[in-house]
Antibody, heavy 117, light 107 residues
Framework: EVQLLESGGGLVQPGGSLRLSCAAS????????MTWVRQAPGKGLEWVST???????YYADSVKGRFTISRDNSKNTMYLQMNSLSAEDTAVYFC???????????WGQGILVTVSA | EIVLTQSPATLSLSPGERATLSCRAS??????LGWYQQKPGQAPRLLIY???NRATGIPARFSGSGSGTDFTLTISSLEPEDFALYYC?????????FGQGTKVEIK
């Protein structure tokens, strides 16, 4: 069974940094693209970043230059380094596995990031 | 960026009724359109990919259709567990984008 477990969230001050982790199990991690999607409180889904199986990366304009996605295939873990955080980054962050050549499934349970003074 | 517009925002229906949800893209996404279901406090799950293919384990009452810019998710007969939020998403272009969601609520 595929399992994805996010960690590293919490409260951070504006301008601060945080690193999220997504620990994966139940599949051959290095064969699949992985993605971060976020959801602000009471809002819809926003794609954040994707890292391909070859480690090619893609970012939403809203996070480009501030967030860095990476993966450690030896640890079956994906990361999201988030710098220069602002209140607009407050959200539940989900990690998801790539499936069917580009879709997101399954998803982790999500981790809350709150940016506030 | 491709903008996806979902309609209606809210759909009020009774169990057993048919639900028809729409997603319109600001430019053609070919057949690269998917649908997700999200229940309160839960992560989304993939229902339909590439416009009309059901993901693993998704009941046959869920079906998708469309191509280009206009897409439809149909739930043939609503079960109690189908009352939820539904999002469309495109994988035609970067950045990936989601629609704003349609809430299917019990009438």
């Amino acid at each position: 069974e595929v399992q994805l477990l996010e960690s590293g969230g919490g409260l951070v001050q504006p301008g601060g940094s945080l690193r999220l982790s997504c620990a994966a199990s139940g599949f051959t991690f290095n064969n699949f693209a992985m993605t971060w999607v976020r959801q602000a409180p009471g809002k819809g889904l926003e794609w954040v970043s994707t890292i391909g199986a070859t480690s090619i990366t893609y970012y939403a304009d809203s996070v480009k230059g501030r967030f860095t996605i990476s993966r450690d295939n030896s640890k079956n873990t994906m990361y999201l380094q988030m710098n220069s955080l602002s209140a607009e980054d407050t959200a539940v962050y989900f990690c998801a596995k790539g499936v069917y050549n580009g879709w997101f499934d399954p998803w982790g349970q999500g981790i809350l990031v709150t940016v506030s003074a | 960026e491709i903008v996806l517009t979902q309609s209606p925002a809210t759909l009020s229906l009774s169990p057993g009724e048919r639900a028809t949800l729409s997603c319109r893209a600001s430019q053609s996404v070919s057949s690269y359109l998917g649908w997700y279901q999200q229940k309160p406090g839960q992560a989304p799950r993939l229902l339909i990919y590439d416009a009309s293919n059901r993901a693993t384990g998704i009941p046959a009452r869920f079906s998708g259709s469309g191509s280009g810019t206009d897409f439809t998710l149909t739930i043939s007969s609503l079960e109690p567990e189908d009352f939820a939020l539904y999002y469309c998403q495109q994988r035609s272009n970067w950045p990936r984008t989601f629609g704003q969601g349609t809430k299917v609520e019990i009438k």
